[in-house]
């Protein structure tokens, strides 16, 4: 039993880390936007694919909240109604939650399997919840855990809205990412929670402190990151997609503070590695952490220095997700270890 239910949590993991990875596509793409509405895309289940079936039509059958682009505005049908020669105003209302009003058919699709990976993540969690009802009675915490993920699904759902309606706030955007992390810390927990017992003796007491400061270091600066990312993002829009070398002119202190904590970041993993091959410690996952480490801090050089590489930016983020994901399984096998010793 609790075999196949740690294979659905793993899955739910996955899926969770593909929605980060299709959200760090929607960033480098610039089509956050591609969808205005939510949970819709333009009032539709299934997107537009042509400008013109956004434009207004003639004798053309309209849904309730099916979404126009008429005079660089979004306009909502207020009702189901069939238009006639001429638009009527009656039969339509403002957009009023922003006034974004530009389709491209890429950004759109991007954007909205994006969502799709969202709500597949969504079912898997929730299928992972009603699978821990049979917990309840020998463990409740893997219950209540698998509980309070597809609640926390929910409000990531209600905080992509958020983002969306505040046209990318760089404040949300950086609280949605901040959630996403959290989702993947509860079910790696679960997956802690429901693994085979190993016959560990490693003592975790002399490198929590460490560990727990490195941890927190990281997820410190993803947040940083995602800042700076949203500096990239405005520089974007100034110099254009082409201008890749000037995306880094005239950085502010977030950059600078970024790049420069990421010495503290390996620093702190290189201790905490030297801690554990000296003491014969048998926590491989820090091997783990410092090959994701090396392939971040290479992502970012070639950031830098090589004007960003295609698809480099996504990389960053899925690779600094995933360090925090293995450096927190990395936390509660210590802390298992410890409970082990002073059983």
């Not at 085979?196 to 940083?224: D, E, H, R, W």
């Not at 048998?282 to 783990?288: E, G, R």
């Not at 990389?315 to 210590?334: N, P, T």
Request: hydrophobic share 50%; aromatic share 14%.
């Amino acid at each position: 039993m609790q075999k196949k239910f740690r294979k659905l949590a793993k899955v739910a993991l996955v899926l969770v880390y593909l929605v980060i990875a299709a959200g760090a596509v929607v960033r480098m793409t610039g089509s956050g936007m591609g969808c205005p509405d939510w949970p819709k895309c333009f009032g539709y289940y299934i997107p537009p694919t042509e400008a013109s079936q956004l434009a207004w039509q003639p004798e053309k059958s309209y849904n309730e909240g099916q979404v126009i682009i008429i005079s660089e505005t979004l306009k909502v049908a207020k009702k189901d109604f069939t238009t006639a020669t001429e638009f009527s105003e009656a039969n339509w209302e403002p957009y009023t939650k922003h006034d974004y009003a530009i389709f491209n058919p890429w950004h759109t699709w991007i954007e909205f399997i994006n969502r799709l990976m969202g709500a597949l993540a969504g079912l898997a969690t929730l299928i992972l919840a009603f699978s821990a009802l049979r917990f309840w009675r020998e463990a409740k915490k893997i219950t209540l855990l698998s509980w309070l993920v597809v609640f926390g699904m929910g409000f990531q759902a209600w905080l992509g809205a958020t983002v969306v309606y505040s046209v990318l706030e760089p404040v949300k955007i950086t609280v949605h990412m901040i959630m996403a992390l959290i989702i993947v810390a509860l079910l790696l927990y679960i997956i802690h929670m429901v693994r085979p017992s190993p016959n560990s003796s490693s003592k975790g007491n002399g490198i929590m402190p460490l560990l727990t400061l490195t941890l927190i270091v990281t997820l410190a600066q993803i947040i940083m990151g995602t800042q700076v990312r949203q500096f990239v993002d405005s520089q974007i829009d100034i110099f254009g997609e082409t201008a890749k070398h000037k995306w880094l002119a005239d950085v502010d202190w977030k950059f600078y503070v970024h790049r420069s904590f990421s010495i503290i970041v390996v620093l702190l993993n290189l201790l905490l590695a030297r801690q554990i091959f000296r003491n014969e410690l048998s926590f491989d996952k820090i091997k783990w952490v410092l090959t994701l480490l090396t392939l971040e801090v290479a992502s970012g050089i070639a950031m830098y220095y090589l004007d960003f590489p295609f698809a480099s930016q996504p990389l960053h983020l899925i690779l600094a997700s995933l360090l925090f994901g293995v450096q927190f399984y990395l936390f509660l096998e210590v802390i298992y270890s410890r409970r082990i010793l002073r059983a």
